[in-house]
Every structure is written in C-alpha cells, then in structure tokens.
C-alpha cells in the first residue's frame, strides 16, 4: 500500500519588492486570478488550482521565498508528518492559517535548506461564483482572459547552501514521502533531487548551491494548458520587457517543456509543460551526470543563460533577521 | 494515508478480426511501438509507457477488450486486492504473465460487467537499447518517427450490461481503491463513473449500457504529447479513410480535449490531452446530469456522433462461448 | 505580369445592436486593441493588421455589414478600378474617408450582392508609439494580453441574393482582379466562390442565399498565430456564454483550422489557422460539390451546426431603408 | 498595377556528400515525399508544394546550393525575366528542366553572389494519383505519415561574398520585382535582406559573408503546418543524434517561429512556422542594426549557436571547378 503522508504542494509564498509590478506580470501576463488581499499580501490562483489559492504575494525589501504549504492527506498524516519533523528539531509550531480562504491552522517547520515549510490538512476545495463559475463542474474557475492562463501551480525548487544541508534535506523529503525521480550528480556528489508525492516528474526539486546562504529560492513553477502558451509567454516576455532567464526549451530532467522569467520583483518563475506521470511503485531514481551528460539534464533542446544555474543562482535573496535566528538555533549553522 | 491498493493501468488486450489494418492503425497513424509477436496477438508500447507494452493486439472473429490489467503497489496488496476480488466470488485464477516481456504471473478475475481485469505485482521497467534507447534518460525509448506519436495509455472506458452490473462494478473498484472524481445521473439514477488510481482524472471509466451483453469496450484511450496532436490526428483520420466518432472535443467530464476514431477492426480508439490531475484527498465526486447539462458533460465543445454514445454504442462485439460460460457462473447473468 | 488592381482588404465595417457587449467580445475574447471612438462606431485592429484599424464596429439597430474597403495597388489602379464599378453602373461617389486614421478618401460602390464596398489608395502604415510600440521592428503593435490575441483581418463572406446577383458578383470581382481558388456547385449550379487578391486561400468568399434580401452577411474572419487558440477561443466562447456555430473544425474548401462563434450582436465571427498560400499564376479553380463532397467542403473534420449555413443563415439582417434604396436604383432589385 | 515577373520559388537543388542520411533526414525526419530519382538525384516534395517536387538532393563530394528555380507569372514574363539577366551579362542559356515531372525547359543565369538560378514558365501542377491522393482536392497529396511532415519549401537564405556582390545580387533581384522586406545594417553597412515575390514575409534572404568563396548556402527552410511541430522536430533532432544550430527560436525579422538543425550532409535546414504576410504597395523596408538591435533581429527570443551565423558560417560547401569557371567569366571575380 502506498505510504503517502503529504497530498500535494497547496501553495507557496514569495517575497517582491516591486508589488505592482509583480502583480502586474503573475495579473496580466500569467493570467492568475486574484482572490484576496491582506496586510502587505495578495493572494492568487491559477485557473485549475484545487484550493483558494496557490500564490501568495508579499511586500518585502527583498525577492525570495517566504514558506511553502504542503496538504497532508488526512489529519493522522499531518500528526504523524509533524512527529517527524519535530524528531529532527525541526518544528517551529503552529500558525493559524488563513480560515477565511478556507485553509485552516499549520504547523511550520524549518526546512534543513533553510526555508519555511508548514503543513496542513484543513484545507477547503474552493469554487468560483457569480460570473467566474465555470461551466465545467469540475474546474474551479473560468479560465481568465488575460495573458497565457497558467494553469496551475506546479512545483517549486529550491537550493541547499551545502553539502550536509542538502543530505539532511533530502532525508527529511523522503521521510515526508517524496519519492526521487531523478538525481544529477557532480561527479561522485549527488546535487540535485527532482521528487514528487502527487504522481508528476516533480512537485518539488532542491539543489546544491554552496553559498552557505540558507533559504534560497531556485524558481516556482506554474503549468500551462497548452505547448503554444510556452511560445506565447516567450514574446510577452520579450516584447513587455521581462528577462527570459531560460528556454523555450525541454528539460533532459522531467522530460518537460520549459521557459524560465525573472518577474520584476528578481524571483525566477517558470512555466511547464508536459513532463511524465510517474507512479512506477519500485522507481529507481534516474542519475544525471554534469559530465557525461553536458547540460542535457536542464536542456535537451533550448537553452538557458550561463548565470541561471549553479554559480550565480537568482535570485540572490537576502536573509532576514528572523529567518537568520531560526536558521542559527535550527540548524546551528553560522550566518 | 492514502490506502491505494493499485498502481496504475498496466495494460490492454484488445481483439480484431482484421490484424494487418489494425495493426497499420495502431504503428502508422498512432505511432506506437511493436515490441513483441506471440501466436496471434502483437505487443505494441508507446514511447512513455513505463512497462514492455500497453496494449496487446489480438486476432479474433471480433472487436473487443480481453483482458484488462492493473499493477499492484507491492506484492501484499497484490495479495490483498486477490482477497476482494475472491471474497465478492469474482476470481479466476493465477496465469503465467509474459516473463520474457518482464510481466510476471497475475490473479484474473471477472468485473461485474463481465470483462476479464487481471492484477500483477511482478512487472519490470522496460528501457530501450541499440538505436531506439533515448538521451533523455528517463524516456524509455525515442519518440517512433511515425504518425502522431501516441504517448502512453491513458484509460479504458467499459460498459456494464444492467443496473446491477454497474452498481457492483462500481462497489468492486472502489473498494480496490480506485477514487471517483466525476459520476453522470439521468434523473435520478447514475448511469456513468469516471475514476482513477494514478491522480488523474480517469484512468478508468464505466458507463451503463442496459444491452444485456456483457464484457464490452466502450473504448481504449491513449494520451498525445501536444494539443497539436489532436488537430493532425484529425487530419489523418479523413484523409486515410477513417471514421472519426467525436471530437475535436473538449470534455467537460474530466476538462480534457479528445478525439474519437473507429479503428480498422471496431474499436474505438481516443487520443486524449490535458484534463487535470487530482490528488485531493477528500474530492467530493462531481455530478453531472443528462438533462440539466445536457451534452456538455461529454463534448462542452466539438461534437460527437449521435450513434457513438448510448443506445447503439460501438463496438457491439460478440461474447465469446468461454466468456459466457464464466459470465454464467461468476456473474449468475443469463446470456 | 500578374494584373492586381486591389492589393488587400483593409477593413470591414459591421453593425450591432449590442456595442458594449460586442465590444467586449472582440476586445475580451478576441483581444483586439481599440484605436478609436467616433459617433457611435468603434475602430478596433489585431495586433498584425498593417493600417490603423480592420474592424470598424457600428452601434445600429440590426447586425450586419455596412462597409467592405479594399486598398489598392496604386493610384492608377485606384482609378482603373473605380472605372469598372462605374461601367457596371454601381459607383456611389466618393467619401472623405478617417483622415486622421490615416485612410484617405475613398470611392463607394454597390456589389451587385448588394453590399457596400469602398476602393482606397492613400492609406498609411500603422505603428504602435509609447507603451505599445513593438520591439519586432516590423510588427506593429505588442500582442495585447487579453483573450487569444487575434493577429489580422482574414477576410469577408459574404451573402448573394439570387442566382444572377450571385454570377454579377463573381463577375465584378474578378474584374477587379480577384483569383478564384475554389468553387462549391450544387448540381449543375454554382453556389460559392472562394477568391483573393492578397495570395491567400482566400480573403473574399461568396455565396448564394436565395432569399432575396441583398447585402447579407455571412462572416468576418480573423487569423490567430497558434493552432492551440482555435482551441483556447472555443473554452473561452462556450464558458463565457457565446454559441459556438461551427468548429473547431478544418475546411476541405481552404484547407484551414476553424471556429465560428455567434458574436453578442448576432454577427457570426470566424477564427482561422492555416490554410494554403497560392500565387500558382495558371490555376484552375478546384470544384466541390455538395452531393459528391457532402460536407467535407465545409468540415473535413469537425462540425457545424445545421443551422449555420445555407438555409438559414446567420444572422439575418435586416435591410436598411437607405441601402434598399441604393439596391433598388443600381440593381434594380424589388425590395 | 503590381508588377511581378515572378511567381515563386519553385524548387531548390542541394548537394551533399551523405546520400542515404540526408534522405533518412528529408523522409523520416522532416516527412517529405520521395516523388522520384535520376541518376545521382533524388526528388522531393512537401505535402503542399504545388508543382512535383520543391527539393532535389544531388549526391556530391560536397554539401551546398547548386541550382535555385523560380517561376515566372507568364510566359512573356519569362522573356522580361531573361533580358533582365542578360543585360547584366549573367545568362548561362537554357536547359531541358524535368519534362516527365511536368517542369519545363528553364533560362539559367549566375546570381552576383555566385549561386546558379534558373527561371522557368512551364511547369504543371501536381497531384498524387492512388492512394497518396488526398479528400482536401486542393491538397496535391495526403500528408504522409511520416516525422513533422513538412508542408512546402519556404525560402533559401544564400551569401553573398564581398559588398560588391551583395550590392549587386539585391540590384538584381529588385529587378526580378522581389520587394524587400526587412534589412540587416551594421554601423553604416547594409549586410543583409530579406525579400519576397510571394507576399510573405519572405521567400529569399541574402546576407554578406565576407569569405571571398562564392555561391555558398546560408540554408533552406520548409514550413510545418502547427507550431507544435517546431517543438516536435527539436526532439527528433536532438534524440536522433541531428545538431540543432539554433531554437526553438522567433525571429525579430520576419516574426517567424524557427528551428535550424544541420542535416547529415552538412546543410543547414531550417523549420518555419508563421511570420507575416506582408502586401503593402508601398511598404518601406523596416531596418535592424547589429549594435542597436543587438542579436534579437535573429532571436527576439530562444537562441541560436555562435558559429550559425556570420564569422564561421555553415555549411563551408567548397566550389566546383565548372562553378569556379562560370563565377570567373561572369562575375570576375578571382577564385
């Protein structure tokens, strides 16, 4: 019986210090529906989320990622998921979620990376009315008539600042019950994970950055409906002023159509297309080699700009002075 | 936790009275890969099937499914979904698999509906070598350079023969953890369920055709890697002579585009893109009503034809005298 | 030499009953940016139209079309061409043109189908300036980000009233140097004339309504830049409540992707994809017919509603006392 | 009145040392139809190229251009067509062109740049016979079933050797009545141009490359029928061991869609996919400059290889000792 504590990546926060202008790109160019606002955050969906919304906009002095939301898949699984991350020190309590978007009380942790994970299982299936209830009973919403209707959110990916932050990451992921589809190596080190728990290539991936930097974001990923949208998003992307950081291209990795933008708040977003189902039970994790397999693992075909990957990641996000204390009593590392 | 005794559809074995057209169909139009010959039937895979193949052609003096079969999760849940399907009186025993296609022995049973399922734990991964290995590593094999490159199964679509036929097949399926995302009522009565065990929309669909006649295809489903592959399917369909059912659609059951052929020997063949994934752990089925929704639940655009669904459906393939004699004994059905 | 005395068509002018809702259809759905307001019409352009504007839409008690204006080669050809309507006893004068949109005056005149056409040749190239200024040096406009973003104007089809007002047409048109691609006859009798001066399949079509009433409308069409936005436009036509008539689907006539949609205003609005270029200088115009072809002129693969065409066609304008006046004098119609 | 002596590019004849691999490429890849061989040639055609065949692939000790064949609006075009060569000392006489493929005899002349042209009038349209005959009457066959299935020969881009015979091959070809569409200029220096008789965008290019070596090939592009196809051949490219040299990509001249693979030959074959149709009379041609403008003249978006273009272009095709000769005679130049 397959042993799944988490159903799915619900919804990830991140930090701009450009608010309009980032509303403006995930707004009018992805096409995200807004749903709310409150203090300095905005929240947004994706046509095919499940639940109120899966972007969570926030007002900061910086890019970069604030917390990551995962569903459990039942109340037992989120006690048993919060037993396991308090065993490795982890927990940092509860928080009492968002009720009024229907997403109940969590409780956060640290990831060994550094960011803010939080789990949850009161979660309400949300459902459009008035004018934006979609005829198709099961899609959440009308699909927006703006930009390249993004779907939904995809997954998010993440760095680790060393070695044994992205050992311990790791544990900890498989402990929640990720399971590994791919590894890129780096000779005979292993730096990077692509895994899922909802059955895709990846819901979630982290890499190995040695900056010692904790917390950093790699890129969030929203899908598309259509390949074309891949196409369509590289000329808004040109022709409205944003930096294609990547792509079009298709990912060795996933085997997903991909083109990689920093928003004007400085976070890297994706859009994704395609990429396999994976529910193979005995899966053994596929191994990429930097070496023998060039940059085929990020581009099989396309292309991404040199500073996009390993050696200058954006964004390079500044720590704060909260995050810094968690990080240090945490994880005891010196930042 | 989610209780999932099955991992995915693994494969199905459909039947033809004309072998050489089929056969075209299937490797020149959908650009499946022909793995393997045995005595009668043919062993054709798409390029992101994960096991030897999906679909075994065999020949017959008929269309229609043989056999149906799901892998396990592990081994004990192969031993666990025996026990259901032998405490409901529905088993047939043990057959040996295809060992030299990595498919080992498997536990046949009879549905309520009267088609042959068949639950494997012993399957194993299957790579290409020599020309056809892929780069990207975890693709199993290149994408063929025929017709519209169907990329894996996606579902089959069964009829049951009766009221009870479609209540108990709907009971047997849920309680081998298949989850019920949408259900189709007229009036008062549900005459149709899509469900799946892998997170997608479907990956199995039983709809109630009140013939009598047991055991029969409503049709089998292979996904396209683009959209575009639906509009070219299209093309091809007419232009090489064959008779396209439905489609270019969009579903609202299941929000995924479609297109429906008669295949050279009667059965009827979808190409599927899109639709959603769907992991939420406590989803509420969706209802759609005959009535209410009128068509939109099977085309919310496009078209089908009039005779494709319900009243004359295709194929209407003959039962065969063994079949009939386990429909007799097993389902207590008068045929 | 090949003789062209027109080299394109310009815009189109329609009539509705419903401007706000129209408006929002085009500018919406069909994402085409508004260039300007005057009296009571709108002037509106896809991002890829070369001149100010290609749709010009009119806020009236009926649907319809008022106005069809081509552009030509060159002065002299402006002048040679209005020598044809004149020697046919249709010209109507000149008008003054949108001096400040760049379209200077223009000559009128009566199709023997009854609608308006107007010959231009001042007519200046249009380009974006500010926020919407294109860096594609040649494109003259960003791509707006709303709906499916339609490219240009493809062309116009039109209604002919009788037999003769049908073979008059046809013959004027090719007077006045459009090619004939494709001609659909029913029996002996021809019915529908597929043509263009720009190299296209066709950017003028006409056919026989013999209903008598002149000046009719079929459709007005425009292109898109991907296969995939027939298929966006039609999920956005049928979720936000608009009666999609036909599509998505491929013409045999044209060879091109499909979708007709029933605007607010009751004007029916075609998305095309695709289709043939044909500059071949000796072609000879391919014949359909509707018993031999059955309908595969009109949808090789597809569908359209019975209602749609020949018969009962869409939308059934109504006749202004103004034009029936025209009519009656130059084509001595009795209306 | 436009005036065109020629119609379009009709056929284009390539060399190339690997006979069997190129047309592996050109059939299994790219899904062009083989329509019939002559001594060292092989004939090929797209499924909507009008006359017998677009491509004519001569095996040779070298990749490269050998002919270029236009047709011309008449035969009294023809004529014009020949003094126009003539008069700049160019004509090389006539030759018997392909009778049994309905092409007829053809006036050949040396381009300034050192590529042969050949104009022709007679020539018949084609249209499969049997089975490959398709439903669309106006397709000329079925689209094969067969790799991306190119759809007609676009454009060939060609070189120009030194400023001179850039100069002086546009000089001509404006006789020829191609209207330039866009320029390439670096500093002061017009160094590239992009032309058409058709009415696209374009359907020749020339550029400078100061290599001294004339008669050298840039590369020939085929249009694909979807955009998902420009996707689709990046992955058969790639996975079937072909060398992408730039794309997926949109060029910011033309606004095409673009792919560019060297074929095993060594030619660089390009895939389009959109861009405009451009038939404005009196279109002034729009101007990029390589400091300005940068590389988006080539990619607004995507990538392209650093030695694709200018500087160390491909493919280096060496010259004949008969070309070398005519180039000397003609163009006197020193080779």
Chains 1, 2, 3, 4 share one sequence.
């Not at 007002?59 to 569903?71: L, N, P």
């Not at 998003?233 to 920093?262: C, N, Q």
């Not at 191994?287 to 040199?306: A, P, S």
């Amino acid at each position: 019986m397959v042993n799944k504590l988490l159903s799915q990546l619900a919804s990830v926060e991140i930090l701009t210090p450009k608010i309009d202008d980032t509303l403006w790109f995930f707004k009018d160019i992805l096409g995200l529906h807004e749903v709310g606002r409150k203090d300095r955050s905005v929240y947004l969906r994706g046509w095919e989320d499940w639940y109120a919304y899966s972007l969570k906009v926030t007002e900061s002095d910086t890019a970069g990622v604030k917390e990551i939301v995962w569903r459990t898949y039942s109340e037992k699984d989120l006690i048993d998921s919060i037993n396991i991350v308090n065993s490795n020190g982890l927990g940092l309590g509860w928080d009492e979620g968002e009720p009024d978007m229907g997403v109940g009380k969590g409780y956060k942790f640290i990831l060994p990376s550094g960011q803010i994970g939080k789990l949850v299982w009161e979660m309400k299936i949300w459902r459009a009315s008035g004018e934006l209830r979609s005829g198709y009973k099961a899609r959440p919403m009308k699909k927006p008539t703006k930009g390249v209707q993004a779907k939904d959110l995809s997954h998010i990916f993440i760095f680790a600042y060393n070695d044994e932050s992205l050992a311990k990451t790791v544990e900890l992921l498989k402990r929640l019950t990720f399971k590994v589809n791919e590894i890129l190596k780096e000779g005979d080190k292993r730096i990077a994970y692509w895994m899922a728990v909802n059955g895709t290539a990846h819901d979630l991936a982290v890499s190995l950055d040695p900056s010692g930097v904790p917390a950093r974001l790699n890129h969030v990923t929203f899908n598309v409906d259509y390949a074309d949208d891949i196409l369509k998003a590289a000329d808004f992307y040109t022709d409205y002023g944003l930096e294609i950081v990547g792509g079009p291209l298709r990912h060795g990795i996933t085997d997903s159509h991909s083109l990689y933008v920093k928003e004007p708040g400085g976070n890297v977003i994706e859009l994704l297309h395609g990429g396999y189902l994976n529910v193979v039970p005995d899966w053994e994790p596929i191994v990429w080699d930097t070496k023998e397999d060039e940059n085929r693992w990020l581009y099989y075909w396309g292309h991404v700009k040199e500073a996009f990957w390993h050696g200058s990641p954006i964004p390079a996000n500044r720590v704060s002075d909260e995050l810094k204390e968690i990080v240090r009593q945490k994880l005891g590392a010196k930042i």
